[in-house]
């Protein structure tokens, strides 16, 4: 995380100054961008060098990265991607950026979607979640994707043309509205990451998120539940029997999420992942004949 501050466009050593960036950056160049990152305030301002140094292929562009980066610009936006579950996600400017802690949610999605199972990726941002659930099932499943946001729907394209199956689809709408009518009662999987920060919490977000990210993508209203209301109220209508929707939440709200569920008539599990500070909630549609 960086603060954010105007910077120096000065940030390059004269040498290097209109001239290609070397293969191999110089140990005085690596010190010089990851002081400028370090008097910015980013926490992971090494790391956050050696990723700059990679994207850039010229000292205009790194100074303008540099620059971006210290004004408070998340890095996943600078250069244009983010590292998620092992994978290279784009993430333009204004999209959400897939947190880590969501790699969870797609392995306990993983292990639920057999060969063919058909996928679905609701509010689905960049499509991260889809593209890496297609990369961890290691078998075919048939996915598609849908969000509200535009630019999140030509990011998710992108990302899961690369990695998903050939015959996945992402459709630009608001939650079950934007999918084929012929997905009724047919979904194995649904991956629903939605927003879930309560609207008087959005103030206390870092910069990065508060002012680089779509308000959308992280407002769930009132309580945070407003989405998954609406979400888990529809989901027995297109689960398949036996299918199971998925989202993430947090510790507390995790006892009101289950209510929300459980209402709609799913039978709801909890997961955490310790090392992540993950939870996941996992709401099944009875298969047929089940009291």
């Known amino acids: 995380m960086c603060a954010e501050s105007p910077g120096s466009d000065d940030v390059l050593p004269p040498v290097l100054r209109g001239v290609p960036l070397p293969v191999h950056p110089s140990t005085s160049l690596r010190s010089s961008v990851t002081a400028r990152l370090r008097a910015a305030g980013c926490v992971f301002a090494e790391d956050e060098t050696r990723i700059l ?128 009518t012929g997905l009724r009662g047919r979904v194995d999987v649904l991956l629903a990451n939605v927003p879930y920060v309560p609207t008087a919490d959005i103030e206390f977000l870092p910069a990065e998120a508060r002012v680089h990210e779509a308000r959308p993508a992280l407002d769930g209203g009132a309580d945070g539940l407003d989405v998954l209301r609406r979400v888990a109220a529809a989901a027995p209508h297109w689960l398949a029997p036996g299918g199971a929707l998925l989202f993430e939440t947090s510790d507390q709200q995790a006892e009101a999420a289950l209510g929300v569920v459980a209402a709609a008539g799913l039978t709801a599990a ?6 992540l500070d993950a939870t996941v909630v996992t709401a099944v549609r009875p298969p047929l004949g089940t009291p």
């Open 53 to 180: 140094l990679s994207a850039a292929d010229t000292p205009a562009r790194l100074a303008t990265m540099i620059r971006d980066r210290a004004a408070g610009r998340p890095l996943e936006h600078v250069v244009g991607w983010a590292e998620f579950a092992g994978l290279r996600i784009s993430v333009d400017p204004g999209v959400f950026v897939p947190r880590r802690r969501s790699e969870f949610l797609v392995r306990t999605a993983a292990a639920l979607a057999r060969e063919n199972a058909q996928v679905v990726d609701l509010c689905c941002g960049s499509g991260a979640l889809g593209a890496a659930l297609a990369a961890e099932v290691g078998h075919p499943v048939r996915l598609c994707a849908a969000d509200l946001d535009p630019a999140a729907v030509r990011c998710a394209r992108r990302n899961l043309a690369r990695s998903a199956a050939p015959g996945t689809e992402v459709f630009e709408g608001d939650l079950f509205e934007a999918l084929p």
């Open 270 to 275: 909890l997961g955490y992942d310790e090392d």
